[in-house]
T-cell receptor, first 114, second 116 residues
Framework: GAGVSQSPSNKVTEKGKDVELRCDPISGHTALYWYRQRLGQGLEFLIYFQGNSAPDKSGLPSDRFSAERTGESVSTLTIQRTQQEDSAVYLC????????????FGNGTRLTVT | AQSVAQPEDQVNVAEGNPLTVKCTYSVSGNPYLFWYVQYPNRGLQFLLKYITGDNLVKGSYGFEAEFNKSQTSFHLKKPSALVSDSALYFCAVRDPRWAGSYQLTFGKGTKLSVIP
């Protein structure tokens, strides 16, 4: 079946612009996660959704970052007034509910802020 | 708090030789442990997990990992490396006692290079 789909795959934007990153999880997966991967770094947790609610937003680095999820499906990560330090690969993952369930990752969106 | 350490940024091994990628963790209780692999320009793929039970866990592509509670380690192993195993490997942990979030904490990754 289809895996986690992210779009766009690459995004180049100018400093100060807003960007939206999209994630389509695997159908039926109620849990959805956003992670950030900077060059040479591990994965940095951003936010977790259970259904349409976000019980854990602890990883969002600033109020410029926000995310929403609608219909227990698609999620959008929005970064306002982008900065150069926002340049990274943004990875989305989904899983069935339950802590031991493996995460299924998309291929990511590579964001470059010039 | 939970944390993961992968002490080696890079591991080089000759094709056909056994490989080990090291991981140590820190959680307050009994951990859930995972290994993921990332190929270039791709997302992470699940390899294996330890939840409870047998300390030796077998996963995809011939990989296995051994949970050692006394050493707080979860090293990834394979008896005979293939060139196609060359990739970035991530260890991840979750403290199952946390409520409200199922986030995993990932290590910084280890680049495995298998030399023909």
């Amino acid at each position: 079946g289809a895996g986690v789909s992210q779009s766009p795959s690459n995004k180049v934007t100018e400093k100060g612009k807003d960007v939206e990153l999209r994630c389509d999880p695997i159908s039926g997966h109620t849990a959805l996660y956003w992670y950030r991967q900077r060059l040479g770094q591990g994965l940095e947790f951003l936010i977790y959704f259970q259904g349409n609610s976000a019980p854990d937003k602890s990883g969002l680095p600033s109020d410029r970052f926000s995310a929403e999820r609608t219909g227990e499906s698609v999620s959008t990560l929005t970064i306002q007034r982008t900065q150069q330090e926002d340049s990274a690969v943004y990875l989305c993952a989904s899983s069935i509910t339950g802590a031991p369930s493996p995460l299924h990752f998309g291929n990511g969106t590579r964001l470059t802020v010039t | 708090a939970q944390s993961v350490a992968q002490p080696e940024d890079q591991v080089n091994v000759a094709e056909g030789n056994p490989l080990t990628v090291k991981c140590t963790y820190s959680v307050s209780g009994n951990p859930y442990l995972f290994w993921y692999v990332q190929y270039p320009n791709r997302g992470l793929q699940f390899l294996l997990k330890y939840i409870t039970g047998d300390n030796l866990v077998k996963g995809s592509y011939g990989f296995e990992a051994e949970f050692n509670k006394s050493q707080t380690s979860f090293h990834l192993k394979k008896p005979s490396a293939l060139v196609s195993d060359s990739a970035l490997y991530f260890c991840a942990v979750r403290d199952p006692r946390w409520a409200g979030s199922y986030q995993l904490t990932f290590g910084k990754g280890t680049k495995l290079s298998v030399i023909p």
